[in-house]
């Protein structure tokens, strides 16, 4: 074995989840641009349809990104008026973010959006459910 093996790309783990995490979201693209979303804007529309009113902080938790990638963001949603930004009665350190009735509306359209990703990923359910597994273990193990 060259000790140089562990730089080829072929033995890097790394490589085919960024490979695939880009072919995935670039997927999402053509369903996500009937709603007149990014992929980001749809996952963080997804944390605030399940939650309906999450602080800023813990949404960039939920979806693993900082403030710096959320304000901008969220700006654009609350342009669109599918969220509502307001720091928190309790602690006006604290800015709260909720979804509007106009972004309630849009999760009647986004709800077919998993199902039409599923028939493109090709994988069944188990494997689908196995990955998801490995991946937030993955995920888990990185985060600490």
């Known amino acids: 074995m060259d ?3 562990a730089l080829k790309l072929e033995n890097q783990l790394c490589f085919p989840l960024y490979a695939c995490s880009k072919a995935v979201i670039r997927s999402y693209k053509p369903f996500l641009d009937e709603l007149e979303l990014t992929y980001t804007q749809y996952i ?6 399940e939650k309906k009113s999450i602080s800023v ?16 963001l969220l700006k654009t949603l609350e342009k669109k008026n599918y969220v509502k930004r307001e720091r928190s009665s309790e602690d006006e350190r ?13 999760r009647d359209k986004a709800v077919e959006v998993p ?3 599923g028939s493109c990923i090709g994988i069944d359910g188990e494997e689908a459910q196995a990955l998801y597994k490995i991946l937030y273990k993955l995920l888990g193990s990185l985060d600490n």
């Open 3 to 5: 000790k140089y093996d």
């Open 57 to 72: 902080k813990e949404l960039g938790e939920y979806l693993y990104l900082d403030s710096g990638t959320l304000t901008p």
């Open 115 to 117: 199902a039409k990703m």
């Open 94 to 106: 604290v800015l709260k973010v909720s979804v509007t009735d106009q972004g309630i509306k849009l």
């Open 44 to 49: 963080a529309m997804m944390v605030l349809w």
